[in-house]
């Protein structure tokens, strides 16, 4: 402040006349009988940061409000100082700049010098504090919200701007004064002295601060340093200066903490206010220009838990701007938007700074053995739970790109657990939360990717790319807050004693593992229980499960009808959505949507879907197929029977119950199955589409029109059946102990790849490696295949008596089929690995 009014008097008359131009200040109080100033005393403003231009506009307001000029200077006993005025922060640079604390220490010592050589003086010390603008929250201009105050010390060039834009709604409070001799009554000496009055001015300023423009929530500024302190992090900084031996150096002590600062740097988020505020009004715009607004339900549910727990949120990942959609959210709701877990490829110029400023932690894929790397994140991870903020991260590890939610990734979910094992605070709950688009974004793009074409890393043109898409409409976003899954319960159940055990991470208990894959599972199987069906849905899932994706347009309405009727009257859970709509209308509103073809004809229009438009309607078939499951289950089952008892049905769907829920993440225990399924049979006998008496189930006529939609609701499940058959004949054909995993997922995925191709209609989902993957492990898991020694696989009667059962679940056509192309190109395969090798 010195350097700046030692320059000459037009200098200053300069800025000052351009300050009281641009500057319009409402004062707090209004009145300096509000304020307890005895008018005997010096006065000492009190400002946090050291700037020419609060102090020029507090100096006006004092002469307005008939308080002592500061510009008049101090006088305490035999010292003087031309300005009354005292800062607790130094001057800024150019943008912004880092706080020094007690910036004018010397002013103060020379004050209480004096005090203590004279009883008798005292000087007031008034806090003043200045804000441009108003809280980001309640401002509607984006470019006023970019030049908001925020909890960042400006530097000049940024001040400058913020007085610019913001001159116009600026206000100057000012606070009780703090006697200096009543500090100095405490008998500190006073050095202590003024550490305590920059303590209490600092806190008092923070308050303030916080009440005008919210909590300061920026992790980059208060946690960075923080971090590097902790033991976790010394310890594996002093294990990398340690690190020698061949092929490696040993590492300076100032390199490794400068790597682990980089690492802090990279991964934490830098929340801003202001951010937050621009998201709101950039995706409310976002949301009705190119959707229809955002459907939210289940919000009591998450109410209900908010306010005394650790929330985690878990949504499913269906697009990028899930990134956006949960802050968005929140704040309109009235909640702090939570820290979001992204992989470190979007951390990409403009893109990274905007989402770590709207709390994006970045993370990268993969950090096994790099020990500094994953003691930073650990760190973090817990200093983000014990400040109390709530952290989001997608539990599939990656955008599904099939529709269907993607086996959990433990990564992130391994983390949360140890951390609350390691620190035993307020109990953490996971809140599941269903995503729906009616359109996803980068549909076109997951097609392409599903097809074999290479997955492009994201870069900032994508955001172009993206915003070419702003055409049209795309639908309505949905999002259910699914039942929230508390941590202390599952910990419980995974081991009723875990609070008596000693957490170590090095060493964590055996059961931490499992108890992770576990509540990994049922996080997916929650989002899958609130799942939000949509026309959409509903019209994919029916014309998809005919041969030429077409339908007369009064068979689709009254298929489409027992579909709603199924969801009310077998409801799947309590939290599924259901539209408020007749199967006529589902084609309607589809219509509008451009989802549909309709082709006129004098019998009756037919509704179709075009191929390209198949491939990608399977993605939205997939979102709700495994509310379907059982119901197409049964009617598979009966429709190759023909004619089946009750038992025996029962029997056939808990067998293969097992390989349905770990494929499609279905919550119904195994007890539940005869319930549901005789629920199911009571629907369908009631549409006409099944006959029954106490012990049979038979399908009706195959002329009859109940029989067509029998067959469709059949259709549903087929290709899952079809990929259990063909794993299946691969294992019976080769013979046991002679393939290994990897084996049997190529060959599996070749197969499907081959039968795409001869045969009917189905999207590259069919023969996804994921689906095969996810279907083996459920055999081992069931004890239907084994591991021997050699890492072959291996297996019993189960899986004979499972390929013999094959008649009952395909027709004889798709048998044979599969039979044909595995006695074909299995042999070929494997003769040309032999040679390989």
């Not at 150019?94 to 020094?100: A, F, L, P, Q, T």
């Not at 610019?164 to 405490?186: A, C, K, W, Y």
């Not at 030429?548 to 347009?553: I, L, R, S």
Request: contains cysteine; proline residues 4%; hydrophobic residues 40%.
């Amino acid at each position: 402040m010195t350097h700046w009014l030692g320059l000459d008097l037009l200098f200053v008359w300069l800025v000052k006349r351009f300050l009281f131009w641009m500057v319009r200040a409402q004062v707090q109080p209004e009145s300096r009988d509000s304020l307890s100033i005895n008018p005997d005393l010096p006065v000492c403003y009190v400002l946090k940061n050291e700037s020419l231009a609060d102090y020029l506009v507090m100096a006006r307001e004092c002469i307005n409000l008939e308080l002592p000029d500061p510009s008049k200077g101090l006088k305490v006993g035999n010292y003087q100082h031309k300005r009354a005025s005292y800062f607790l922060t130094g001057k800024g640079w150019i943008w912004e700049r880092r706080e020094k604390a007690l910036a004018q220490p010397h002013k103060l010592l020379s004050m209480i010098d004096e005090l203590e050589q004279n009883p008798q003086l005292d000087v007031q010390l008034v806090p003043v504090s200045l804000f441009y603008g108003r809280a980001p929250a309640r401002e509607n201009s984006i470019f006023k919200i970019l030049f908001s105050d925020t909890w960042r010390v400006p530097g000049l060039l940024r001040k400058l701007l913020i007085i610019m834009i913001q001159g116009r709604q600026t206000v100057v409070h000012f606070d009780e004064p703090v006697s200096l001799r009543s500090v100095l009554n405490e008998g500190l000496p006073k050095e202590r002295a003024v550490r305590k009055l920059g303590r209490v001015f600092r806190t008092h300023f923070r308050r303030l601060r916080e009440a005008v423009i919210g909590p300061d929530l920026s992790h980059r500024r208060t946690m960075v340093n923080a971090l590097l302190r902790m033991p976790s992090v010394t310890a594996a900084i002093d294990a990398e200066t340690r690190r020698s031996g061949k092929g490696s150096k040993k590492v300076d002590r100032r390199k490794a903490q400068a790597t682990a600062r980089a690492y802090a740097n990279e991964i934490a988020a830098d929340y801003s206010h202001s951010v937050i505020r621009i998201y709101y009004l950039v995706l409310t715009w976002l949301w009705n220009k190119l959707y229809n607004g955002v459907s939210v339900n289940g919000f009591d549910r998450l109410k209900k838990v908010a306010t005394d727990n650790e929330v985690i949120y878990v949504p499913c990942h269906r697009s990028h701007i899930d990134y956006l959609l949960m802050s968005y959210l929140l704040f309109r709701y009235g909640m702090v938007p939570p820290h979001i877990a992204a992989g470190v490829n979007l951390n990409m110029p403009v893109v990274g700074p905007i989402l770590r400023r709207g709390g994006a932690f970045f993370l990268r894929r993969s950090f096994k053995g790099n020990r500094l790397y994953t003691a930073v994140f650990n760190e973090y991870l817990n200093m983000t739970f014990d400040r109390g903020f709530s952290v989001e991260y997608f539990i599939e590890g990656g955008r599904s790109r099939t529709g269907r939610l993607l086996s959990p990734r433990p990564g992130m979910l391994s983390m949360t657990v140890r951390s609350f094992l390691r620190t035993r605070r307020r109990n953490f709950v996971f809140v599941p939360v269903h995503i729906c688009y009616e359109k996803v974004l980068e549909g076109g793009t997951y097609l392409g990717e599903l097809y074999g074409k290479e997955k492009k890393q994201e870069s900032i043109f994508d955001i172009f790319r993206t915003l070419k898409k702003l055409r049209g409409t795309f639908g309505q976003v949905y999002v259910n807050f699914g039942e929230p899954i508390h941590l202390n319960d599952a910990l419980s159940d995974a081991n009723s004693q875990w609070r008596s055990f000693e957490y170590n991470d090095d060493k964590p208990p055996s059961w931490v593992s499992e108890t992770v894959d576990n509540l990994g599972t049922e996080i997916i199987t929650r989002i899958n229980n609130a799942a939000v069906v949509t026309p959409i849905n509903l019209l994919s899932i029916a014309l998809l499960s005919t041969q030429k994706q077409a339908m007369d347009e009064r068979a689709l309405a009254k298929h489409l009808d027992f579909y709603l009727s199924f969801l009310r009257q077998v409801p799947y859970t309590d939290l599924v959505v259901v539209p408020d709509v007749s199967g006529a209308d589902i084609i309607a509103y589809c219509e509008r949507m451009d989802i549909l073809s309709r082709h006129k004809h004098p019998l009756g229009d037919v509704i179709s879907l075009s191929d390209d438009k198949a491939l990608l309607m399977s993605y939205y078939r997939n979102n709700i197929i495994h509310l379907f499951a059982l119901v197409s289950l049964v009617s598979c089952l009966v429709l190759n029977n023909r004619r089946i008892k009750r038992e025996t049905l029962i029997k056939q769907i808990r067998q293969l119950y097992v390989f349905f829920q770990s494929e499609l993440f279905i919550h119904w225990h195994e007890k539940d199955i005869p319930d549901v399924v005789e629920r199911s049979l009571a629907l369908l006998v009631k549409h006409g589409y099944l006959i029954a008496n106490e012990s049979e189930v038979w399908a009706p006529d195959s002329r009859a029109k109940e029989f067509m939609h029998l067959s469709i609701l059949a259709s549903t499940t087929k290709q899952s059946l079809e990929r259990f058959f063909i794993a299946v004949e691969i294992l019976v054909k080769s013979g046991s102990g002679k393939l290994q995993r990897m084996q049997l997922e190529n060959a599996c995925t070749m197969l499907a790849q081959r039968m795409s191709l001869l045969h009917e209609f189905s999207g590259p989902e069919f023969s996804d490696k994921a689906l095969f993957r996810n279907f083996i492990q459920a055999l081992v898991k069931n004890d239907v295949l084994n591991v021997n020694e050699e890492g072959n696989l291996t297996f019993g009667e189960a899986l004979l008596r499972s390929h013999e059962d094959a008649h009952s679940l395909l027709s004889e056509d798709t048998r044979q089929s599969i039979q044909q192309i595995a006695e074909m190109d299995l042999e070929k395969e494997f003769k040309e690995e032999e040679n390989t090798k």
